[in-house]
């Protein structure tokens, strides 16, 4: 009687991609019972639950020290982790006489484990914040209509008057650049902007850091990004001095659980413009300005700038814009498609205007400023 092989078969789904897969399905079947239900989302996840998580999440990034980003520390030694890992299977399968389709079908099951882990932790750690209560809701509760075309002319007045009054006095901080005291500025201002939702925990975000792959941010037109994995905010490296205090807030708020764009950047600019500093108020008031083009009229609006502007604050505009031209110029494509991939992922977490999400902040920033900033027992404001 001949020798006969014996080939034992490893099952092509294992038991944690059962429990990968499982923890995926129940987070997307979470999501879609509370997604007509903000109000459930905003008392019992976004107050109770997520603050707590944060800072839980949070501590590996609190472990690598600015400007190292802990995101991006790991990334690169997990991604090739997973290239050695795939390549190892493909050897083994040879080497023993495996069938190479069997052992892509497994590699995919793997694979597709992972993302579906990944994915329930990106839901239940921080995207269920999309479906809760918009900032807006708490900071003008009463609001009637929205602003005309008269109240934005009107904030961009007030803002080319305050941003004249203050460029003079920045001076010397646009030179020294130190970051440092621009994140301790910026990590007060913006729980002090939370703190009116409330809350009964603000959670505690690590400090803003930058990437070595900062040239690549640029490429694609990104001025900042929040790793929800982490919890850790980043700030492309390359932003003019006077950006990085807006940017910067804008990406510890989405830390502190507002995930949506429109919030995001309504708690930056009352983060900035309700801050006592001179150079967080100009951040704020020289972004709400280039920010409120879509709200005027735009031969109003340029004709706005250039007549009420004064020339350093026109020079601060001028070499921003011919930093963005010089990327647009030569990575035009790369950066239509990130907006494009950008505006699908926006839209896919129930923010249905995509990228104009950024902007819908400014009429909640009109309204804000017309209740009365400079009268308002919260915030201090230096404009005079």
């Not at 069938?99 to 239940?124: C, N, Q």
């Not at 008057?161 to 650049?177: E, F, Q, V, W």
């Not at 990437?211 to 919890?231: E, H, K, N, V, W």
């Not at 990406?251 to 600019?269: C, P, Q, R, V, W």
Request: proline share 6%; with cysteine; hydrophobic share 45%.
């Amino acid at each position: 009687m001949g020798n006969r092989r014996i080939v034992h078969r490893t099952p092509l789904i294992s038991g944690w991609h059962l429990i990968l897969f499982g923890a995926c399905i129940a987070a997307l079947g979470f999501r879609y019972l509370l997604s007509d239900h903000p109000n459930k989302i905003e008392y019992g996840y976004s107050r109770m639950i997520y603050p707590w998580l944060a800072d839980l999440l949070s501590w590996p990034a609190r472990l690598v020290p600015a400007p190292y980003s802990a995101t991006e520390l790991l990334l690169y030694p997990g991604l090739f982790a997973g290239i050695l890992g795939t390549l190892i299977h493909l050897r083994r399968a040879r080497k023993q006489r495996k069938p190479i389709s069997r052992t892509f079908v497994r590699l995919f099951f793997h694979w597709t484990a992972v993302a579906a882990g990944l994915f329930a932790l990106y839901l239940g750690g921080w995207a269920y914040n999309y479906l809760r209560l918009p900032y807006s809701a708490v900071l003008n509760p009463e609001v009637q209509q929205m602003p005309t075309h008269a109240d934005y002319s009107a904030l961009g007045r007030e803002m080319i008057l305050l941003l004249n009054h203050i460029r003079p006095k920045i001076a010397a901080d646009l030179d020294a650049r130190d970051l440092d005291s621009i994140e301790i500025r910026v990590d007060h201002a913006v729980r002090k902007s939370v703190s009116i939702t409330g809350l009964s925990h603000i959670p505690n975000p690590p400090e803003t850091k930058e990437l070595l792959a900062d040239p690549l941010l640029s490429m694609l037109g990104i001025t900042g990004f929040f790793s929800p994995f982490l919890m850790e905010p980043h700030v492309n490296g390359r932003l003019m001095h006077w950006e990085q205090p807006w940017v910067r807030a804008h990406e510890k708020a989405h830390f502190m659980g507002f995930a949506s764009e429109t919030d995001a950047n309504l708690i930056a600019y009352v983060s900035c413009l309700g801050s006592p500093d001179d150079l967080l108020q100009y951040s704020g008031a020289l972004n709400a300005l280039l920010d409120l083009r879509g709200y005027i009229p735009e031969e109003k609006w340029k004709a706005m700038i250039n007549e009420g502007l004064s020339e350093a604050v026109k020079g601060d505009i001028r070499r921003r814009s011919e930093n963005i031209r010089q990327y647009r110029r030569q990575y035009a494509r790369w950066i239509a498609l990130r907006r494009k991939v950008n505006d699908t992922y926006l839209k896919l977490n129930d923010q249905p205007l995509g990228m104009a999400s950024y902007r819908a902040a400014v009429p909640h920033l009109t309204i804000w400023w017309e209740k009365g900033l400079r009268r308002s027992s919260v915030f201090s404001c230096s404009f005079r």
